[in-house]
Protein backbone atom coordinates (compact mmCIF):
# COMPACT_ATOMS: atom_id res chain seq x y z
CA UNK A 1 0.00 0.00 0.00
CA UNK A 2 3.07 2.56 0.69
CA UNK A 3 5.11 1.79 -2.24
CA UNK A 4 1.87 2.09 -4.76
CA UNK A 5 1.20 5.92 -2.81
CA UNK A 6 5.07 6.43 -3.08
CA UNK A 7 5.07 5.68 -6.97
CA UNK A 8 1.67 7.33 -6.91
CA UNK A 9 3.06 10.95 -5.82
CA UNK A 10 5.68 10.79 -8.57
CA UNK A 11 3.25 11.15 -11.29
CA UNK A 12 2.57 14.33 -11.45
CA UNK A 13 -1.29 14.07 -12.70
CA UNK A 14 -1.91 11.26 -9.68
CA UNK A 15 -0.23 13.39 -7.13
CA UNK A 16 -2.95 16.68 -8.46
CA UNK A 17 -5.71 14.60 -7.98
CA UNK A 18 -4.56 12.60 -4.42
CA UNK A 19 -3.97 16.46 -2.89
CA UNK A 20 -7.31 17.59 -3.77
CA UNK A 21 -8.75 14.46 -2.05
CA UNK A 22 -7.06 15.44 0.43
CA UNK A 23 -8.13 19.06 0.60
CA UNK A 24 -11.34 17.64 0.40
CA UNK A 25 -11.23 15.70 2.99
CA UNK A 26 -9.87 18.59 5.42
CA UNK A 27 -12.49 20.84 4.22
CA UNK A 28 -15.26 17.70 5.28
CA UNK A 29 -12.93 18.03 8.92
CA UNK A 30 -13.35 21.24 9.26
CA UNK A 31 -16.91 21.10 8.39
CA UNK A 32 -17.85 18.75 11.32
CA UNK A 33 -16.52 21.48 13.75
CA UNK A 34 -18.87 24.24 12.49
CA UNK A 35 -22.28 24.63 14.76
CA UNK A 36 -25.14 24.90 13.28
CA UNK A 37 -26.60 28.44 13.97
CA UNK A 38 -29.28 29.30 16.81
CA UNK A 39 -29.03 25.52 18.26
CA UNK A 40 -27.21 24.34 21.43
CA UNK A 41 -24.52 22.92 20.70
CA UNK A 42 -23.57 20.82 24.38
CA UNK A 43 -27.33 19.50 23.98
CA UNK A 44 -26.75 16.86 21.68
CA UNK A 45 -23.45 16.11 23.52
CA UNK A 46 -25.17 15.22 26.57
CA UNK A 47 -27.95 13.90 25.27
CA UNK A 48 -25.19 11.20 23.60
CA UNK A 49 -23.36 10.62 27.17
CA UNK A 50 -26.76 9.13 28.62
CA UNK A 51 -27.58 6.91 25.66
CA UNK A 52 -26.79 3.48 25.15
CA UNK A 53 -28.34 3.11 21.99
CA UNK A 54 -26.34 1.51 19.33
CA UNK A 55 -28.32 3.76 16.56
CA UNK A 56 -27.33 6.88 18.06
CA UNK A 57 -23.21 5.96 18.53
CA UNK A 58 -23.48 3.94 14.73
CA UNK A 59 -24.52 7.26 13.37
CA UNK A 60 -21.85 9.86 15.12
CA UNK A 61 -19.72 7.01 13.79
CA UNK A 62 -20.64 7.87 10.36
CA UNK A 63 -20.63 11.39 10.80
CA UNK A 64 -17.20 11.60 12.01
CA UNK A 65 -19.22 13.17 15.62
CA UNK A 66 -20.56 15.81 13.63
CA UNK A 67 -24.20 14.62 15.07
CA UNK A 68 -23.18 15.02 18.94
CA UNK A 69 -21.96 18.31 17.71
CA UNK A 70 -24.34 18.91 15.64
CA UNK A 71 -22.43 20.69 12.99
CA UNK A 72 -23.54 21.67 9.71
CA UNK A 73 -22.57 18.19 8.17
CA UNK A 74 -24.90 16.68 11.01
CA UNK A 75 -26.93 14.53 8.61
CA UNK A 76 -23.69 13.10 6.58
CA UNK A 77 -23.77 11.46 3.64
CA UNK A 78 -26.28 9.58 5.24
CA UNK A 79 -29.37 10.69 3.43
CA UNK A 80 -27.37 10.29 -0.16
CA UNK A 81 -26.45 6.92 0.91
CA UNK A 82 -30.11 6.15 1.85
CA UNK A 83 -31.07 7.93 -1.38
CA UNK A 84 -29.27 5.20 -3.52
CA UNK A 85 -30.63 2.48 -1.68
CA UNK A 86 -34.15 3.41 -2.59
CA UNK A 87 -33.43 3.89 -5.95
CA UNK A 88 -31.51 0.81 -5.81
CA UNK A 89 -34.98 -0.81 -5.08
CA UNK A 90 -37.29 1.14 -7.02
CA UNK A 91 -35.88 0.16 -9.81
CA UNK A 92 -36.86 -3.82 -9.18
CA UNK A 93 -40.48 -2.66 -8.71
CA UNK A 94 -40.50 0.41 -11.86
CA UNK A 95 -39.82 -1.25 -15.36
CA UNK A 96 -39.68 2.56 -16.39
CA UNK A 97 -36.51 3.43 -14.13
CA UNK A 98 -35.02 -0.35 -14.63
CA UNK A 99 -35.05 1.03 -18.33
CA UNK A 100 -33.70 4.20 -17.54
CA UNK A 101 -30.40 2.46 -16.10
CA UNK A 102 -30.13 0.21 -19.21
CA UNK A 103 -30.25 3.70 -21.26
CA UNK A 104 -26.30 4.49 -21.12
CA UNK A 105 -24.53 7.51 -20.20
CA UNK A 106 -28.11 9.23 -20.68
CA UNK A 107 -30.02 6.91 -18.61
CA UNK A 108 -27.68 7.26 -15.89
CA UNK A 109 -27.40 10.95 -16.01
CA UNK A 110 -30.98 10.90 -15.14
CA UNK A 111 -30.90 8.13 -12.16
CA UNK A 112 -28.74 10.31 -10.70
CA UNK A 113 -30.71 13.55 -10.90
CA UNK A 114 -33.80 11.66 -9.66
CA UNK A 115 -31.14 10.53 -6.58
CA UNK A 116 -29.66 13.89 -6.02
CA UNK A 117 -33.51 15.29 -5.40
CA UNK A 118 -33.87 12.47 -3.05
CA UNK A 119 -31.43 13.33 -1.28
CA UNK A 120 -32.35 16.94 -0.81
CA UNK A 121 -35.72 15.74 0.15
CA UNK A 122 -34.34 13.16 2.72
CA UNK A 123 -32.26 15.54 4.44
CA UNK A 124 -35.43 18.00 4.26
CA UNK A 125 -37.39 15.82 6.24
CA UNK A 126 -34.11 14.91 8.35
CA UNK A 127 -33.60 18.30 9.30
CA UNK A 128 -37.50 19.06 10.20
CA UNK A 129 -37.97 16.04 12.07
CA UNK A 130 -35.04 17.01 14.31
CA UNK A 131 -36.14 20.84 15.14
CA UNK A 132 -39.78 19.29 15.86
CA UNK A 133 -38.52 16.29 17.91
CA UNK A 134 -35.81 18.60 19.84
CA UNK A 135 -37.70 21.89 19.55
CA UNK A 136 -37.35 22.82 23.22
CA UNK A 137 -34.15 21.09 24.45
CA UNK A 138 -31.93 22.01 21.24
CA UNK A 139 -33.62 25.24 19.23
CA UNK A 140 -32.17 28.70 21.76
CA UNK A 141 -35.21 30.52 20.70
CA UNK A 142 -38.19 28.48 18.45
CA UNK A 143 -39.54 30.52 15.78
CA UNK A 144 -39.86 30.12 12.08
CA UNK A 145 -36.52 32.15 11.23
CA UNK A 146 -34.78 29.49 13.42
CA UNK A 147 -36.05 27.22 12.33
CA UNK A 148 -35.49 27.93 8.68
CA UNK A 149 -31.89 28.49 9.28
CA UNK A 150 -31.36 25.67 11.21
CA UNK A 151 -33.36 23.47 8.13
CA UNK A 152 -31.74 25.13 5.41
CA UNK A 153 -27.89 24.93 7.12
CA UNK A 154 -27.90 21.16 7.73
CA UNK A 155 -29.99 20.14 4.31
CA UNK A 156 -26.84 22.30 2.54
CA UNK A 157 -24.35 20.66 4.49
CA UNK A 158 -25.33 17.24 3.23
CA UNK A 159 -25.66 18.62 -0.17
CA UNK A 160 -22.31 19.86 0.46
CA UNK A 161 -20.92 16.45 1.33
CA UNK A 162 -22.79 15.01 -1.70
CA UNK A 163 -20.94 17.47 -4.12
CA UNK A 164 -17.58 16.59 -2.73
CA UNK A 165 -18.46 13.01 -3.34
CA UNK A 166 -19.33 13.78 -6.91
CA UNK A 167 -15.89 16.13 -7.33
CA UNK A 168 -13.62 13.22 -6.04
CA UNK A 169 -15.28 10.77 -8.45
CA UNK A 170 -14.27 13.38 -11.20
CA UNK A 171 -10.89 15.31 -10.38
CA UNK A 172 -10.05 12.84 -7.82
CA UNK A 173 -9.72 9.12 -7.95
CA UNK A 174 -13.03 7.97 -7.66
CA UNK A 175 -14.90 6.17 -4.88
CA UNK A 176 -16.27 9.58 -3.80
CA UNK A 177 -18.95 8.84 -1.13
CA UNK A 178 -17.06 6.14 0.21
CA UNK A 179 -13.78 8.47 1.00
CA UNK A 180 -16.13 10.54 2.73
CA UNK A 181 -17.87 8.22 4.43
CA UNK A 182 -14.81 6.67 5.01
CA UNK A 183 -12.82 10.07 6.81
CA UNK A 184 -15.71 10.28 9.31
CA UNK A 185 -15.32 6.84 10.46
CA UNK A 186 -11.24 6.67 10.51
CA UNK A 187 -11.84 10.25 12.47
CA UNK A 188 -13.57 8.93 15.29
CA UNK A 189 -10.52 6.20 15.71
CA UNK A 190 -8.36 8.29 18.47
CA UNK A 191 -10.89 9.13 20.53
CA UNK A 192 -11.82 5.31 20.25
CA UNK A 193 -8.06 4.47 21.26
CA UNK A 194 -8.40 6.81 24.28
CA UNK A 195 -11.32 4.82 25.45
CA UNK A 196 -10.07 1.84 25.60
CA UNK A 197 -6.69 3.23 27.08
CA UNK A 198 -8.78 4.51 29.65
CA UNK A 199 -10.58 1.51 30.08
CA UNK A 200 -8.14 -1.11 30.30
CA UNK A 201 -4.28 0.36 30.83
CA UNK A 202 -4.45 3.51 32.63
CA UNK A 203 -3.90 2.99 36.42
CA UNK A 204 -2.66 -1.13 35.61
CA UNK A 205 0.42 -2.15 36.18
CA UNK A 206 2.95 -2.48 33.53
CA UNK A 207 2.37 -6.37 32.62
CA UNK A 208 -1.55 -6.32 32.79
CA UNK A 209 -1.40 -2.33 30.74
CA UNK A 210 1.00 -4.61 28.01
CA UNK A 211 -1.56 -7.35 28.31
CA UNK A 212 -4.23 -5.39 27.44
CA UNK A 213 -2.65 -3.91 24.28
CA UNK A 214 -1.46 -7.02 23.16
CA UNK A 215 -5.53 -8.37 23.29
CA UNK A 216 -6.55 -5.19 21.56
CA UNK A 217 -4.39 -5.15 18.61
CA UNK A 218 -4.80 -8.88 18.37
CA UNK A 219 -8.66 -8.72 18.13
CA UNK A 220 -8.42 -5.42 15.38
CA UNK A 221 -5.79 -7.27 13.45
CA UNK A 222 -8.15 -11.01 13.16
CA UNK A 223 -10.87 -8.73 12.75
CA UNK A 224 -9.01 -7.00 10.12
CA UNK A 225 -7.77 -10.31 8.42
CA UNK A 226 -11.19 -11.83 8.62
CA UNK A 227 -12.32 -8.32 6.82
CA UNK A 228 -9.65 -9.10 3.95
CA UNK A 229 -10.62 -12.73 3.44
CA UNK A 230 -14.14 -11.82 3.33
CA UNK A 231 -13.89 -9.15 0.88
CA UNK A 232 -11.12 -10.81 -1.18
CA UNK A 233 -13.00 -14.44 -1.95
CA UNK A 234 -14.73 -15.10 -4.95
CA UNK A 235 -16.35 -18.40 -6.33
CA UNK A 236 -15.08 -18.27 -10.00
CA UNK A 237 -17.91 -19.99 -12.39
CA UNK A 238 -16.23 -21.03 -15.83
CA UNK A 239 -17.31 -20.21 -19.17
CA UNK A 240 -16.41 -21.47 -22.33
CA UNK A 241 -17.61 -19.49 -25.74
CA UNK A 242 -18.18 -21.62 -28.84
CA UNK A 243 -16.18 -20.94 -31.95
CA UNK A 244 -18.46 -19.16 -34.44
CA UNK A 245 -18.09 -18.16 -38.27
CA UNK A 246 -17.84 -14.34 -38.88
CA UNK A 247 -17.66 -13.69 -42.47
CA UNK A 248 -14.83 -16.21 -43.84
CA UNK A 249 -13.12 -15.84 -40.21
CA UNK A 250 -13.31 -18.81 -37.18
CA UNK A 251 -13.65 -16.53 -34.25
CA UNK A 252 -14.68 -16.90 -30.50
CA UNK A 253 -13.29 -20.78 -28.79
CA UNK A 254 -11.96 -18.73 -25.17
CA UNK A 255 -12.47 -19.62 -21.71
CA UNK A 256 -13.58 -16.93 -19.23
CA UNK A 257 -15.23 -17.02 -15.56
CA UNK A 258 -18.45 -15.37 -13.82
CA UNK A 259 -16.77 -13.87 -10.40
CA UNK A 260 -19.05 -14.66 -7.90
CA UNK A 261 -18.03 -12.31 -4.55
CA UNK A 262 -18.69 -14.44 -1.40
CA UNK A 263 -19.59 -11.09 0.52
CA UNK A 264 -21.92 -9.80 -2.44
CA UNK A 265 -24.16 -7.73 -0.39
CA UNK A 266 -20.66 -5.56 1.45
CA UNK A 267 -22.20 -4.40 4.52
CA UNK A 268 -25.79 -3.68 3.39
CA UNK A 269 -27.17 -6.78 5.41
CA UNK A 270 -25.86 -5.25 8.61
CA UNK A 271 -26.76 -1.56 8.13
CA UNK A 272 -30.42 -2.81 7.24
CA UNK A 273 -30.29 -5.09 10.33
CA UNK A 274 -28.88 -2.59 12.88
CA UNK A 275 -31.41 0.14 11.62
CA UNK A 276 -34.76 -2.28 12.12
CA UNK A 277 -33.63 -3.52 15.74
CA UNK A 278 -32.69 -0.11 16.58
CA UNK A 279 -36.02 2.20 15.82
CA UNK A 280 -38.11 0.98 18.66
CA UNK A 281 -34.93 2.38 20.83
CA UNK A 282 -34.97 5.74 18.82
CA UNK A 283 -38.81 6.36 19.14
CA UNK A 284 -38.18 5.51 22.60
CA UNK A 285 -35.07 8.04 23.62
CA UNK A 286 -36.68 10.88 21.29
CA UNK A 287 -40.52 10.24 23.10
CA UNK A 288 -38.18 10.57 26.25
CA UNK A 289 -39.91 7.27 27.98
CA UNK A 290 -37.82 4.30 29.64
CA UNK A 291 -39.90 1.33 29.15
CA UNK A 292 -40.15 -1.14 31.78
CA UNK A 293 -41.07 -4.76 32.46
CA UNK A 294 -41.79 -6.95 29.20
CA UNK A 295 -41.11 -3.50 26.97
CA UNK A 296 -38.07 -2.59 28.30
CA UNK A 297 -36.66 -6.44 28.26
CA UNK A 298 -37.25 -6.25 24.66
CA UNK A 299 -35.63 -2.85 24.28
CA UNK A 300 -32.64 -4.57 25.60
CA UNK A 301 -32.77 -7.66 23.93
CA UNK A 302 -32.70 -5.22 20.69
CA UNK A 303 -29.90 -3.41 21.76
CA UNK A 304 -26.27 -4.66 20.81
CA UNK A 305 -24.61 -3.31 23.45
CA UNK A 306 -26.50 -5.39 26.40
CA UNK A 307 -25.30 -8.93 24.23
CA UNK A 308 -23.41 -11.11 26.15
CA UNK A 309 -23.23 -9.01 29.06
CA UNK A 310 -22.56 -11.50 32.11
CA UNK A 311 -24.94 -10.21 34.27
CA UNK A 312 -27.50 -9.84 31.60
CA UNK A 313 -27.64 -12.93 29.29
CA UNK A 314 -31.28 -13.19 28.50
CA UNK A 315 -30.77 -9.91 26.69
CA UNK A 316 -28.46 -11.91 24.40
CA UNK A 317 -31.52 -13.57 22.36
CA UNK A 318 -31.71 -10.77 20.01
CA UNK A 319 -28.69 -11.98 19.14
CA UNK A 320 -30.74 -14.59 17.33
CA UNK A 321 -33.29 -12.05 15.78
CA UNK A 322 -29.87 -9.66 14.90
CA UNK A 323 -28.70 -12.47 13.17
CA UNK A 324 -32.05 -13.99 10.90
CA UNK A 325 -32.25 -10.82 9.63
CA UNK A 326 -28.82 -9.77 8.14
CA UNK A 327 -29.00 -13.64 6.46
CA UNK A 328 -32.41 -12.55 5.20
CA UNK A 329 -30.66 -8.66 3.64
CA UNK A 330 -27.62 -10.77 2.59
CA UNK A 331 -29.78 -13.11 0.22
CA UNK A 332 -32.35 -9.94 -0.51
CA UNK A 333 -30.16 -7.39 -1.60
CA UNK A 334 -27.95 -10.29 -3.67
CA UNK A 335 -31.36 -11.08 -5.42
CA UNK A 336 -31.50 -7.39 -6.41
CA UNK A 337 -28.00 -6.67 -7.91
CA UNK A 338 -27.36 -10.09 -9.39
CA UNK A 339 -30.03 -11.83 -12.06
CA UNK A 340 -29.20 -15.47 -12.78
CA UNK A 341 -31.65 -15.17 -15.21
CA UNK A 342 -30.54 -12.14 -17.16
CA UNK A 343 -26.89 -13.52 -16.69
CA UNK A 344 -27.97 -17.06 -17.98
CA UNK A 345 -29.40 -15.15 -21.31
CA UNK A 346 -26.64 -13.24 -22.00
CA UNK A 347 -24.54 -15.84 -21.86
CA UNK A 348 -26.68 -17.86 -24.25
CA UNK A 349 -26.95 -14.90 -26.85
CA UNK A 350 -23.05 -14.58 -26.83
CA UNK A 351 -22.79 -18.21 -27.45
CA UNK A 352 -21.33 -18.88 -23.53
CA UNK A 353 -21.96 -22.09 -21.71
CA UNK A 354 -21.01 -23.25 -18.41
CA UNK A 355 -19.32 -26.58 -19.06
CA UNK A 356 -21.10 -29.51 -18.15
CA UNK A 357 -24.80 -27.78 -17.79
CA UNK A 358 -26.66 -26.81 -21.15
CA UNK A 359 -27.82 -22.68 -22.23
CA UNK A 360 -30.74 -21.28 -20.89
CA UNK A 361 -32.75 -22.56 -17.79
CA UNK A 362 -30.47 -25.14 -16.81
CA UNK A 363 -27.87 -22.47 -16.58
CA UNK A 364 -29.67 -20.09 -14.56
CA UNK A 365 -30.62 -22.74 -11.93
CA UNK A 366 -27.50 -23.91 -12.14
CA UNK A 367 -26.19 -20.19 -10.75
CA UNK A 368 -29.27 -19.89 -8.69
CA UNK A 369 -28.34 -23.19 -6.26
CA UNK A 370 -24.39 -22.31 -6.27
CA UNK A 371 -25.61 -18.42 -5.38
CA UNK A 372 -27.67 -19.86 -2.48
CA UNK A 373 -24.33 -21.32 -0.92
CA UNK A 374 -21.91 -18.39 -1.81
CA UNK A 375 -24.65 -16.02 -0.19
CA UNK A 376 -24.75 -18.23 3.03
CA UNK A 377 -20.97 -18.13 3.08
CA UNK A 378 -20.44 -14.56 3.65
CA UNK A 379 -23.60 -13.93 5.71
CA UNK A 380 -21.99 -16.54 8.11
CA UNK A 381 -18.38 -14.38 7.54
CA UNK A 382 -19.93 -11.41 8.21
CA UNK A 383 -21.89 -12.52 11.39
CA UNK A 384 -18.10 -13.42 12.96
CA UNK A 385 -17.06 -9.92 11.93
CA UNK A 386 -19.73 -8.02 13.12
CA UNK A 387 -20.27 -10.29 16.20
CA UNK A 388 -16.83 -10.21 17.45
CA UNK A 389 -16.51 -6.10 18.44
CA UNK A 390 -20.12 -7.16 20.08
CA UNK A 391 -18.55 -9.99 22.27
CA UNK A 392 -15.49 -7.69 23.83
CA UNK A 393 -17.88 -4.41 24.44
CA UNK A 394 -20.38 -7.05 26.52
CA UNK A 395 -17.97 -9.28 28.23
CA UNK A 396 -15.24 -6.71 28.63
CA UNK A 397 -17.44 -3.31 28.43
CA UNK A 398 -14.98 -2.04 26.01
CA UNK A 399 -17.25 1.01 24.38
CA UNK A 400 -16.15 1.89 21.43
CA UNK A 401 -18.03 3.68 18.25
CA UNK A 402 -16.31 1.78 15.55
CA UNK A 403 -17.15 -2.15 14.71
CA UNK A 404 -17.14 -5.08 12.98
CA UNK A 405 -19.53 -2.86 9.98
CA UNK A 406 -16.65 0.49 10.34
CA UNK A 407 -13.45 -2.03 9.69
CA UNK A 408 -15.74 -3.70 6.71
CA UNK A 409 -16.25 -0.26 5.40
CA UNK A 410 -12.77 0.75 5.95
CA UNK A 411 -10.76 -2.03 4.72
CA UNK A 412 -13.20 -1.98 1.62
CA UNK A 413 -13.25 1.35 0.45
CA UNK A 414 -8.85 1.21 1.09
CA UNK A 415 -8.24 -1.69 -1.23
CA UNK A 416 -10.78 -0.18 -3.74
CA UNK A 417 -9.18 3.24 -3.85
CA UNK A 418 -5.45 1.34 -4.15
CA UNK A 419 -6.97 -0.46 -7.26
CA UNK A 420 -8.35 3.25 -8.40
CA UNK A 421 -5.18 4.50 -7.83
CA UNK A 422 -2.97 1.51 -9.64
CA UNK A 423 -5.65 1.45 -12.57
CA UNK A 424 -4.82 5.26 -12.99
CA UNK A 425 -0.97 4.39 -12.94
CA UNK A 426 -1.39 1.69 -15.40
CA UNK A 427 -3.19 3.57 -17.73
CA UNK A 428 -0.64 6.22 -17.73
CA UNK A 429 1.67 3.87 -18.72
CA UNK A 430 0.02 2.53 -21.28
CA UNK A 431 -0.56 6.30 -22.76
CA UNK A 432 3.27 7.33 -22.61
CA UNK A 433 4.40 3.89 -24.30
CA UNK A 434 1.42 4.87 -26.98
CA UNK A 435 2.69 8.42 -27.41
CA UNK A 436 6.54 7.28 -27.56
Not at 29 to 39: E, F, H, N, T
Not at 113 to 131: D, K, N, P
Not at 171 to 187: A, D, P, Q, Y
Not at 242 to 249: D, F, L, P, Q
Amino acid sequence: MIKTLKNAFRIKEIRRRLMYVIMMLAVIRLGSQIPVPGVDSSFFSNFFANQNNDAFSFLNAFTGGGFSNFSILALSITPYITSSIIMQLLTIAFPSLEEMQKDGEEGRKKMTAITRYLTVGLALFESVSMCIGFRNQLILEFNVVNVIVIVVALTAGSALLMWIGEQINEKGIGNGISIVLLINIVSRIPADMITLFDNFVKGKTIAKAALAWVVIIAVVLAVIVLVLILNGAERRIPVQYSKKMVGRRLVGGSASHIPLKVNTAGVIPIIFASSIMSFPGIICSFAGKSPTGIGGRLINMLSSSKWFNPSDWLSSLGLVLYVALCIFFAYFYTSITFNPIEVADNMKKQGGFIPGIRPGKPTQEYLESVLKYVIFIGAVGLMIVAVIPFFFNGMFNASISFGGTSLIIIVSVILETLKQVESMMLVRNYKGFLND
